[in-house]
């Protein structure tokens, strides 16, 4: 089983700079990558960013070039970085992991969410 703690996010003006910060504990043999999601109302949860246990990210195509997701294996933390916000980013973001353990194979884990609201 992986725990995930979530932090950061809250409220921002448009333009502005956010972090959002996620660490995993528990029992796992490896972590195969790391990640955040989003949901804003009415919508699906989408993928934000990812990145593998090789180090290699994939961002989602409207936040490339804004955010930046990176990790720390020693720690087994995924941080966001997120600068020139915009409205449209405003949503609960998740972040997701997926671990591999000798009882349960790969299991993907989430976060408990964590609001982001960009608004002058």
């Known amino acids: 089983q992986v725990q995930l703690v979530e932090s950061g996010g809250g409220l921002v003006q448009p333009g502005g700079s956010l972090g959002l910060s996620c660490a995993a504990s528990?029992?796992?043999?490896?972590?195969?990558?790391m990640g955040w999601y989003r949901q804003a109302p009415g919508e699906g949860r989408k993928l934000v960013a990812r990145?593998?246990?090789?180090?290699?990210?994939n961002y989602e195509g409207s936040v490339e070039g804004r955010f930046t997701i990176s990790r720390d294996p020693v720690k087994n933390t995924v941080d966001l970085q997120m600068s020139d916000l915009k409205a449209e980013d405003t949503a609960v973001y998740y972040c997701?992991?997926?671990?591999?353990?000798?009882?349960?194979?790969?299991?993907?884990?989430w976060g408990q969410g964590t609001q982001v609201t960009v608004s002058s």
């Open positions: 997701n992991v997926n671990a591999y353990g000798w009882s349960t194979g790969s299991v993907d884990y």
């Open positions: 528990g029992t796992f043999v490896i972590i195969n990558y």
């Open positions: 990145i593998t246990g090789e180090g290699r990210t």
